[in-house]
């Protein structure tokens, strides 16, 4: 039993990055903006993060840093598809190339540097109930942090007037205009709480989830995350059992190890990625669902006055 509160735990913390990542990408996407350089920018965030953290102790301002490192590479990002109208294919992937290779040379004196762990915030009382208090009452902040701020999407998307006019430019951004929103600007927004939020989870793994920095790191989360929002057909709370569900898959090697099952480890660490291109294949079964719910400009440039 105590094994499999510690595999619920650690599913939790695995799935924490993906689901930030992912809610930041699902607010960029019912925008209409398809922000496939989310692994590069968490990559940029991740060695910022790290660094700060380095030098002053502080997680929390390493978290900043994450954010604010996002946010401007989501910067040059927004003001290349959305101002200049670039492929938004093309430009994300030349972001998500820039920020490995960005992250690996600014990163390379921080290799090996040593980090303090960070404590666990164990919730009184609620951590001594047996099994939930192993598996869910002693976690990171953050844990509980990205389970709010999925409730806190949900809300803004479907209870709020501005959520409704980030949905609308997200269908038909001309009709938007025509209304006399200014799409431009809210799109961006849009981009830039995406690539913080991007940030917060690169961050959150090279501080918390490791904690150290290395080439890489991301190791393809942000390509998952990207495959969240299709899975979770872009609904929050969907997105986050996703999450839960490809953390707890990255989980099942070192499980399955602890249980004295011989499987070659290096086809363990494929199980996530196999599980998200299973999970894509069955989902794109049924195109008619996916066109439903997918937002209808996402991808598409928009051309005030035409």
């Known amino acids: 039993m105590n094994e499999l509160a510690l595999l619920v735990a650690a599913t939790l913390s695995a799935g924490t990055p993906l689901a930030v990542a992912a809610m930041g990408l699902l607010i960029n996407e019912r925008a209409g ?43 040059v990002f927004g003001w290349l598809v959305i101002w200049l109208n670039t492929n938004q294919y093309a430009t994300g992937l ?36 047996p099994f939930l208090g192993v598996a869910v009452f002693r976690q990171h902040l953050m844990v509980y942090l990205a389970m709010a701020l999925t409730g806190g999407v949900a809300w803004f ?81 969907r997105l986050l059992l996703g999450a839960y569900l490809f953390g707890g898959v990255t989980m099942l090697q070192m499980f399955l190890q602890a249980q004295g099952v011989q499987v070659a480890a290096q086809l363990m660490s494929m199980l996530p990625y196999l599980a998200t291109v299973l999970v894509l294949v069955l989902i794109s079964r049924n195109p008619a669902w996916i066109r439903l719910n997918m937002p209808a400009s996402l991808g598409k440039p928009f051309f005030p006055g035409l």
């Open 33 to 75: 903006v398809l922000n496939l350089g989310a692994e590069g920018t968490m990559l940029v965030a991740a060695v910022a993060g790290f660094g700060v953290a380095w030098l002053t102790g502080n997680e929390w301002a390493a978290m900043a840093a994450g954010a604010l490192a996002g946010a401007l590479v989501s910067l």
């Open 157 to 237: 998307l479907y209870r709020t007037r501005a959520g409704l006019v980030l949905r609308a430019i997200g269908e038909s951004p001309t009709s938007a205009h025509a209304l006399g929103y200014p799409v431009r600007l809210i799109r961006l927004a849009a981009v830039l709480v995406g690539g913080a939020l991007c940030g917060v989870a690169g961050a959150y793994l090279s501080v918390v989830y490791t904690p150290l920095w290395v080439e890489g790191m991301v190791a393809g989360r942000g390509w998952i995350a990207l495959a969240l929002t299709v899975f979770a057909t872009w609904r929050p709370a």
């Open 94 to 129: 030349a972001i998500s190339l820039f920020g490995s290779g960005f992250s690996a040379f600014v990163g390379i004196d921080l290799v090996g540097k040593p980090l303090a762990l960070t404590a666990p915030l164990a919730l009184p009382l609620l951590r001594d109930l």
